[in-house]
């Protein structure tokens, strides 16, 4: 029986449960990974015994690894087991990144790449959205092992991927004191044009760009290319995804091909516990891991 | 025309910009140019990295250096240490012994890679002789074969350093690092490298002050290393002036559990400097700044001309001050007694906001004294305000040069920037500034608010030093203490407030005094122009007014005893 493994992220959003729910009605898999952040245990507690009851209903196997997510060598440790002794032998992996900090995301796949295997990625709308879903960010890090091949001679170019708000980037701003900023964003989100209040130490070498930061597809990886590679000779690349989860994965696909691009996150500090309700429609992805 | 008070970080404007712009401050560019060991200590904006790069080897030969830094030949070496390099943390994967020898071959070749870019630019003086020479010396020292050809030896050294940065790199992302490799230590490569160009006829016996930039930025390990390498006292070949943001918070031990000491191993200068009056340190050097900006871009009026004050506002305020010279007369205060001048400059300007209608308008914020002390001593501060200014005069007359800014521009642009800061303080505080809580952000906005509203009142009832406008805090051993210092840390690190060191009125010795950004001020109408002295509140107050919002009570006479007459504030 081919070994079918769901691996999954602990949130107190209902459709990391919901989510669980939809991917064991679609499709028979043998085991269920839950990543589950210690810190916010009694938050995740009770959508977490859910999805247990879930999977033990269908009779899949279900496990939790619980860690601190914002300890990055524990992290790293800790996808890299996943990936070398749990996921080694399984015949398809489904990874579903709703509720998975990029941090996970980018280090499970970075672990799962040398085998150059496939994986599919899965992302589930919620239903409906709150005004706010994080703040309180903290000091922008570089994720272990994405974070590209930087130089000592080099000014930085930080590339962010942007959701309506560019509060984040501000913070990536102050970190990395980028010479050259370009800030990709959905034409249509709501504060397009908001880098004009941005103070003019930033404004002045920063580029706003109409793009879509959720597909993922290689057409738009060849226009995200287009727009980094004239900056990879000249500067230390620093990309960072600020908006919609997908682009993550965009990120993830440009750093397989540009050893030099950095991947960067910034971990909130408070997290809207009712940011979204439900669930709405999923997508999945197929991706290939390794060097492109 | 093209806006004279840019104000981009140093390292992104033009080289020539950079250099038509800077101000030598003769306080401390002795210092720049001398074989000792230099920390220059400065909040951001302050004009660290522009000092550095200024005396860098490249910028030196774009400004045709005097012919006394040639006969000194003191080649500076700008290292910046806020490139992503510093951020990465691969190397946390590691025991602490490889992490410390990782940290340690990164540091050491952006040195080389530096130095390599920065000497490329004198590589025509060498003789052919020399080149060859340093081609030898260099592989030597890298441990790689003396390339072919005869290329550059400095656009070699640097093409092998950043591969050995590379190959670092990649063999930690791949968990290839073993304990025992051999790395590229600081006496074993940068060492051997300075001694071979001291060795040729160009460069015999120079010396090279490697210029670190932004060293807060360094791990723990570099920090450390970095202190190691200052706590050299044999200056000959190299020495290291090295620029930190937050000098207070910096730890300065070295790699092997010392310490360094202040005038033993270094000297420090503060580019934090308190700014009083128009003769001070700070506001010399800002109507530099201003002066040379101006007539760099054809003005040739100077700075009091180009940002003149509101006459209606000068004459109240003279009428004012004429009120205090007759109050100090008949207080029995000879005029031009020391009395009488203290009476004056503390009343003068107090007496034209007490005298004000309270139902007026807040006053105008004009005149380039006011944009001076508005600054709170940070050139950023200055140059911003400036900069608006010039493109709002320029834009009101339909986009000529500028001869002046009006007030009411000026005081347009004031009054709109310090709502900005309020509305970074009030609502944005927790995006801006990371790991601060929104339950922070809103303590500070409480604890600003009740410290203006406290100046104010100050300001208005006060009887002996109605001007102060900074504080220092009492009663450190109170339990609410490290609550309002941590509050401060963060309002400091959104440079709301700016903390100095002053001399201490209990006992002599040395304490922190706090500097609110006078930005803030225009917002409650209150004086930019602050007087010497601090007022003293106690921790639990300054607690109560950031966690409960209780105001701060002004004691109207004892609130400045024991505070002396005139401070270094």
Known sequence: MP??????????????????????????????????????????????????????????????????????????????????????????????????????????????????????IRYSQAAEYDDWQTTEEGEPRLIINRSGIMYPDKPTCLVALCGPEISRAEKMFDRFEPRKTLILRDRRAANYGEIKRLPNEYGGAVQEIPFDNTDTSDANLSRLEELVLPQIEGHNVVAASLGPKMSAILLFKLSQRYEQVGLSYVVSGQHNLASTSGIGQSTDLTLRLGKQ | MRNPFEYDAAPNLDPQQLIDWYIEDFNYSRFMTSRRNLIINGERGS???????????????????????????????????????????????????????????????????????????????????????????????????????????????????????????????????????????????????????????????????????????????????MNSWLGYRENSVFSIKMAIAGIRTYDFSTAHGGSILEGHDYVTVDLQRPVQNKDSEFGQFARNVIAKRLLNAGITVPPDSFFPVSKAFAGRLDKAKGQAEADAVARGYTPGSNQYRDYVYKHGRAAYFRNRDPKANKPVYSGFGTITHLSTGVIRN????????????????????????????????????????????????????????????????????????????????????????????????????????????????????????????????????????????????????????????????????????????????????????LFDA
């Open chain 1, 3 to 120: 070994e079918i493994v769901l691996i999954t992220v602990a949130s107190w959003e209902e459709r990391f449960a919901l989510g669980v729910r939809r991917s064991l009605s679609q499709e028979n898999f043998t085991d269920v990974v839950c990543l589950a952040s210690d810190r916010y245990a009694d938050e995740t507690s009770e959508r977490r015994t859910a999805a247990r009851f879930l999977a033990s209903e269908a009779g899949v196997q279900y496990e939790e690894w619980q860690f601190d997510f914002e300890d990055q060598v524990e992290c790293y440790h800790k996808m890299s087991a996943l990936a070398q002794e749990r996921l080694a032998r399984a015949d398809r992996v489904v990874l579903d990144v709703s509720t998975a900090p990029r941090t996970l995301v980018w280090m499970l796949l970075g672990a799962l790449a040398p085998a150059g295997r496939e994986i599919i």
């Open chain 2, 47 to 225: 004009g660290k990295s522009m000092t550095l790069i200024y005396h860098s080897l490249t910028y030196a030969a774009k400004r045709q250096a005097s012919e006394s830094e040639h006969t000194e030949r003191i080649i500076g070496i700008y290292v910046p240490c806020n490139t992503p390099l510093s951020s990465k943390e691969e190397h946390r994967l590691l025991p602490a012994i490889s992490q410390m020898r990782i940290a340690e071959a990164n540091l050491t070749l952006s040195i080389v890679t530096n130095l390599a870019r920065e000497m490329k630019y004198e590589a025509a003086r060498l003789t052919a002789g020399d080149r060859e020479f340093l081609r030898r010396e260099f592989a030597f020292a890298m441990e790689v074969e003396v390339p072919e050809g005869d290329g550059c030896p400095f656009d070699e050294l640097r093409r092998q350093a950043r591969a050995r940065v590379r190959s670092i790199q990649l063999r930690l992302q791949g968990a290839e690092f073993d304990q025992g490799d051999a790395v590229d230590t600081f006496l074993m490569l940068v060492l051997p490298i300075l001694e071979a160009i001291r060795a040729t006829e160009a460069f015999r016996d120079a010396h090279f002050s490697l210029l670190i930039d932004d060293a807060q930025d360094l791990n723990e390990h570099q920090r450390r290393l």
């Open chain 2, 382 to 565: 200055l140059l911003q305000p400036c900069f608006v200014m010039f493109e709002r005069q320029t834009s009101k007359i339909g986009g000529k040069a500028p001869r002046e800014v009006e007030p009411d521009v000026q005081d347009d642009v004031v009054k709109t920037q310090s709502d900005r800061l309020w509305e970074l303080i009030e609502n944005n505080l927790e995006k801006r500034l990371p790991n601060c809580t929104v339950e922070d952000g809103q303590a500070i906005a409480r604890l600003f608010t009740r410290l203006a509203e406290y100046f104010r009142e100050r300001l208005l009832h006060h009887a002996s030093e109605p001007r102060v406008v900074t504080f220092i805090i009492s009663e450190r051993d109170h339990p609410d203490y490290p609550r309002v210092e941590r509050l401060l840390l963060l309002a400091e690190r959104a440079q709301v407030v700016y903390v100095r060191l002053g001399t201490s009125k209990k006992g002599g010795g040395r304490e922190n005094y706090y500097v609110p950004n006078r930005m803030l001020w225009p917002r409650y109408g209150l004086d930019a122009h602050g007087q010497h002295g601090r007022a003293s509140l106690r921790a639990q107050d300054l607690w109560a007014a950031a966690n409960a919002n209780t105001p701060l009570a002004l004691d109207r006479e004892a609130d400045s005893k024991g505070q002396g007459s």
